[in-house]
């Protein structure tokens, strides 16, 4: 079994059990008013059994048609109709990945307690680097005029005020 | 209709409304010019900028966007053999070899000129088609609303290409993201896990940064290549008169092909593009300089895919269908306005629908001028590093998501639903199902139970009232027709490859 068929079949299953969970979470809702024939857990109890119904097709089909390049492994290039970005893909790097996300999770839990000013340059370093980085010059200074340019936009254009972290009372 | 003209032309024409448009035409030029920013990416990311604006000003933008998007594609599509965007995919096999030649600037001239042209044209086209629509489209109620969110469902089977079960699993996954919050009819709460920040829903703003904006980005982060970069000299010398004329008649075919092909779900201004190219082809009279540096030959796509940027609004500002990703971030832009897209719109909010109709007139206008301008500021654009810009634009995006409720909630909603965008993408599931489902979810499920309240629980209703049956047959045509064309070509292919098997 190739690991394409394989990851198919792990796809097919989360599905089936997700259908499951939806269809387990509908039946908790309330019943909603009385002229309501179908009330407000019927839709999304019909949607978890749909899902749970495809995740069932997908892993027959990825079972009757394995090693065929048709039917489940279509790519996005086909599957976006008007201007969806290109699908110029290099090779898969699963650290520089797993490396953005991370570094956005701790972004975004940075974000209200050290405040939007001294978390950002960090995360916009992290990122050029995790991407290979781009010159010592622009990793200097490009962070901190990234942040000035969204903090002039947000805080002064359009008026939005970002967390101030530990610089509230320094920063307005 | 007039009045109504120069209402919308007074919010067009007004300086607030010039100036955002004419940014959000010059950053759709450079976002167009990014290889990995599309249109609708470029319209998305600037979806928290909109906020503190007028709904009429925020669409022009984001159509302004749209519209440079066009052009700036066909920048790098020129001069560095790498569409900016689908839609200027087609235009590489000309547009290069004039770069090759030392005619840059007639290969960039003919792609402005024949672009604003189709982008103007398709203005009219709009109109035309777009207000009679909207007055058939008064007619509805609920049963007619509920057949129209299925028809629009049913296009998934359009956009999902080869593989239509992944495009129905995204499409339920958008429709079960949808049911989330308080329920319209009981007041209900569901899908909540008992907190309050999903009791008015997940906001569809930031669940389209996420699947559009955010996982393009991981995308790019996970499995870039490097960029190229624009070397050599090049000219920035305009077409003649005499060069323009002769292309009319490329003109007129990317016009057509536009225009269809901009109607139809799942066409859009790529496929229009590539059909146009053929079909001028077909039509010139020097066929043979086709793919040696043809004029015409970038001409033809062009005006189509600027055509497509008119006529794709049409089933979304009539019936509130998103055709195209791009599309989907207007519906985007104006749910967030509290705007309702569809019929109503033209009757209660003209000056919004009129002021867009116009402002894309304008919009092309600036369009001419700024691509003219912006030429080698864009191309110094181009050329910048891969990990600034990426970095730049994810912070732009987070700080963005936090400006929809000044909560972190929607940017840890933006960060999840990137993700979730991404794992879509890799594993050939379809993003723009999965946005069809979540923004037609509320439409769908609230007709359905209001039709099925009216009548007492009878699901004939569906099927007596003649324009709910109509789109329900044509919902199911629009379902089953690729299912059916797919399996010719099945069948067609089949003899082809067991004679290839020894």
New interface residues.
């Given amino acids: 079994m190739s690991s394409a068929v394989r990851r198919e079949l792990a796809i097919a299953a989360f599905l089936v059990a997700f259908g499951g969970a939806v269809v387990a979470q509908a039946r908790q809702i309330p019943p909603g008013v009385t002229t309501d024939p179908l009330g407000p857990a019927a839709f999304p109890t019909a949607l978890g059994w749909g899902i749970g119904v495809c995740g069932l097709l997908l892993g027959a089909a990825t079972l009757v048609f394995r090693g065929q390049s048709s039917g489940t492994t279509a790519v996005l290039a086909d599957a976006t109709p008007d201007d969806d970005a290109s699908g110029e893909g290099g090779p898969f790097s699963p650290a520089r990945l797993i490396g953005a996300i991370v570094a956005t999770a701790a972004y975004l839990a940075a974000f209200t307690p050290l405040g939007y000013l001294l978390a950002t340059p960090l995360y916009v370093v992290v990122i050029m680097l995790i991407h290979g980085g781009a010159g010592k010059r622009a990793l200097l200074l490009a962070p901190f005029l990234v942040t000035a340019a969204l903090y002039a936009t947000f805080r002064y254009g359009l008026l939005i005020p970002v967390p101030a972290g530990i610089l509230e009372g320094i920063v307005r | 209709m007039l009045e109504r003209f120069a209402l919308g032309a007074q919010i067009a024409l007004q300086p607030l409304s010039l100036l955002m448009m004419l940014f959000g035409v010059a950053w759709g030029i450079i976002g167009g010019a990014l290889?990995?920013?599309?249109?609708?990416?470029a319209m998305a990311l600037m979806l928290p900028?909109t906020?503190?604006m007028n709904p009429a000003v925020a669409l022009m933008m984001l159509a302004g966007i749209y519209i440079g998007?066009m052009y700036g594609g066909s920048i790098t599509a020129i001069l560095i053999r790498?569409?900016g965007?689908?839609?200027a995919a087609a235009t590489v096999i000309d547009g290069y070899e004039l770069h090759k030649k030392g005619l840059s600037g007639k290969a960039l001239g003919v792609s402005l000129i024949t672009g604003t042209v189709g982008g103007m044209v398709s203005v009219f086209i709009l109109v035309a088609l777009a207000v009679p629509l909207s007055k058939l489209a008064l007619a509805f109620g609920p049963p007619e609303y509920f057949a129209l969110g299925v028809f629009g469902l049913a296009l998934i089977s359009?956009?999902?290409?080869?593989?239509l079960?992944?495009?129905?699993?995204s499409g339920?996954?958008g429709?079960?993201v949808a049911?989330a919050g308080t329920?319209p009819?009981?007041g209900?709460p569901?899908?909540t896990f008992g907190g309050t920040d999903l009791l008015t829903g997940v906001e569809i703003v930031a669940g389209m940064i996420g699947l559009?904006a955010v996982s393009?980005m991981?995308?790019q982060?996970?499995?870039?290549?490097a960029w190229a970069v624009i070397k050599g000299k090049f000219s920035t010398d305009l077409p003649t008169w005499v060069e323009l004329v002769k292309l009319k008649m490329a003109m007129f075919v990317g016009i057509v092909m536009g225009t269809i092909e901009g109607l139809l779900?799942?066409?859009?201004?790529?496929?229009a593009a590539f059909i146009s190219y053929n079909e001028a082809k077909r039509w010139s009279k020097h066929p043979e300089e086709f793919g040696h540096g043809s004029l015409e030959g970038i001409a033809a796509p062009e005006t189509a895919n600027n055509v497509?940027t008119g006529t794709?609004l049409i089933p979304l500002l009539t019936f509130g269908i998103p055709?195209?990703?791009?599309a989907a971030v207007m519906l985007a832009a104006m749910m967030l306005h509290g705007v309702a897209p569809g019929p109503q719109l033209f009757e209660r909010t003209p000056q919004i629908v009129y002021g867009l109709f116009v402002g894309m007139f304008v919009a092309n206008i600036m369009m001419l001028v700024l691509g003219y301008l912006s030429l080698r500021p864009a191309i110094a654009i181009v050329n910048i590093?891969?990990?600034?810009l990426?970095?730049?634009i994810?912070?732009?995006v987070?700080?963005?998501a936090?400006?929809i409720s000044?909560r972190?909630f929607e940017?840890?909603l933006v960060?999840g639903t990137g993700?979730l965008g991404?794992g879509m993408?890799r594993?050939?599931?379809?993003?723009?199902?999965m946005v069809l489902g979540l923004v037609l979810g509320f439409l769908v499920?609230v007709n359905?139970?209001r039709s099925?309240?009216i009548s007492?629980?009878n699901p004939w209703v569906f099927f007596t009232r003649p324009i709910s049956l109509a789109l329900l047959i044509f919902a199911g045509f629009t379902l089953v027709w690729p299912i059916v064309r797919q399996a010719r070509e099945?069948r067609r292919m089949l003899p082809l490859q067991t004679a290839r098997v020894p």
């Fill in positions: 290889p990995g920013i599309s249109g609708s990416i900028l906020f503190g998007a790498t569409p965007t689908p839609g359009s956009f999902a290409g080869r593989d079960l992944k495009g129905a699993i339920l996954l429709l079960i049911t329920d009819f009981s209900t569901r899908f559009f393009e991981l995308q982060i996970a499995e870039s290549e779900p799942g066409g859009g201004g790529a496929i497509v794709a055709g195209s990703n791009s590093k891969r990990p600034l990426l970095a730049s994810l912070a732009l987070l700080v963005g936090y400006s000044n972190m940017v840890w960060l993700l991404y993408r594993f050939g599931f379809n993003i723009l199902a499920e359905l139970r099925l309240m007492i629980g099945h």
